[in-house]
């Protein structure tokens, strides 16, 4: 082969893959952006990739996703959005919380959309109505920021009496989950202390100040950002001796003390389901946001033990799972 032909041909191939999943084939691609890392999201993943073979896609076969991962830099997501959008993907699946879903709708008014939202998505402007969304955009609500205020119910349970409890909040959130919490302590009237994270410092940072203010027990608001640092969040407490509560079931495996929220891996089925019916013709903005009603309530006994608290026999009763 000639010099010249043997540069074509290395050009061509090196450029092969991007032209294939841009449109030169056959094969649809998913745009897949998540506030996260890839890691702790595996699970979820697994569960998108089965919701899409419950349509008849199976990635790498007859679908490709493309994944944009901002590692819990929320800044980086509109131009990530913007890079999926560049990739004429046909449908956006924007996940890991509200960032990312704005970042979607900023980037397209065109591309289907399909979110995964803990919080009401007609409060925060991204669908017109559950029943009918409206426009380019439809997805999954598994209420993550909703059940604060139960979580902070369990956790005053647990440790009735508790004088002041931690609130662990990332500021990169919206303030409607601060809004939330604060409304959900004053209606039980509990001293709560909100204090902030957005990375692995600062986390260190907030554990500290919590053991200062003599803290009694910590509530771990939902958050892409704290579920992918569940063991460091989870050990934190141990060495500082706090109970906690948390969103996601992987918390209390890891040895927190308690967990309350939905099964996030079924969540991201549903987002593969309509990824799917939406590749095969359907209008995002005809497919109602579906409602998860699949919560997980998981107690530690291990745990509780070590931090000297016995869980009342009515609250253990209430959980799915003990883990002992």
């Known amino acids: 082969m000639r010099r010249r032909e043997f540069i074509i041909f ?62 819990g830099d929320y800044d980086r997501l509109p131009e990530m959005a913007a890079d999926l959008v560049r990739h004429k993907v046909a449908v956006l699946v924007s996940t890991g919380g509200p960032p990312s879903i704005m970042a979607a709708k900023a980037a397209t008014a065109t591309i289907p959309i399909v979110f995964t939202t803990g919080s009401d998505p007609v409060q925060l402007g991204f669908v017109t109505s559950l029943g009918r969304p409206g426009g380019n955009i439809t997805g999954v609500n598994f209420f993550g920021s909703a059940m604060e205020s139960k979580r902070l119910g369990l956790l005053r349970a647990v440790v009735p009496g508790v004088q002041l409890i931690a609130v662990l909040l990332n500021p990169n959130r919206q303030s409607y989950q601060k ?37 009694g027990a910590m509530l771990v608001s939902g958050d892409p950002f704290f579920n992918s640092q569940h063991a460091k969040i989870v050990a934190l407490a141990a060495r500082h001796a706090i109970p906690a509560i948390y969103e996601q079931r992987e918390h209390a495996l890891a040895g927190g003390l308690m967990s309350y929220g939905t099964n996030l891996s079924e969540a991201y089925r549903q987002a593969g389901v309509y990824a799917g019916r939406i590749l095969k013709g359907e209008k995002p903005g005809d497919l109602p946001v579906v409602q998860s009603t699949k919560f997980e309530f998981v107690i530690n006994l291990k745990t509780a033990k070590a931090l000297g608290i016995e869980v009342p026999p009515n609250l253990s009763a209430q959980a799915d799972e003990i883990i002992e």
């Open 10 to 71: 290395v050009c061509c191939t090196a450029a092969w893959p991007l032209a294939a999943r841009a449109g030169q084939s056959a094969i649809p691609v998913i745009g897949f952006l998540n506030a996260a890392s890839p890691q702790p999201f595996a699970k979820y993943v697994s569960g998108f990739r089965t919701g899409l073979k419950e349509t008849g896609y199976i990635d790498g076969q007859n679908v490709a996703i493309e994944f944009r991962w901002a590692e």
């Open 179 to 215: 809004r939330d919490v604060e409304e959900a302590a004053h209606a039980i009237d509990q001293q709560i202390e909100l204090l902030s994270a957005s990375n692995e410092s600062e986390i260190d940072a907030a554990f500290a100040t919590a053991t200062q203010l003599r803290a």
